[in-house]
């Protein structure tokens, strides 16, 4: 893919897929993640695209897994 670095070539598809995917959100857009659990890929995604809203959303309350920035509905 245009634009890729070493790096996201070393990634498993589904990984990049999702490189690609934060890449392309215009600035500032706001995300859901439902069923988030402990929030490791809010974390991860959040990582990429920190300009990113992110807000979580699981049966279980995981709020102190999430870094700052990230809202745990």
């Known amino acids: 893919m ?3 670095t ?3 070539r070393d990634l498993p598809a589904h990984k990049r897929a999702l490189v690609a995917f934060m890449r392309a959100l215009p600035q500032g857009a706001h995300l859901l993640d ?3 659990g402990s929030g490791k890929a809010i ?3 959040h990582s990429i695209r920190p300009d990113v ?3 979580g959303m699981d049966i279980n309350d ?3 897994y999430m870094p700052a920035g990230v ?3």
């Open 2 to 4: 245009p634009g890729m």
């Open 6 to 8: 070493v790096s996201d």
């Open 34 to 36: 439902i069923g988030c």
């Open 43 to 45: 974390r991860w995604l």
């Open 53 to 55: 809203i992110i807000s």
């Open 62 to 64: 995981n709020q102190e």
């Open 71 to 73: 809202v745990f509905k």
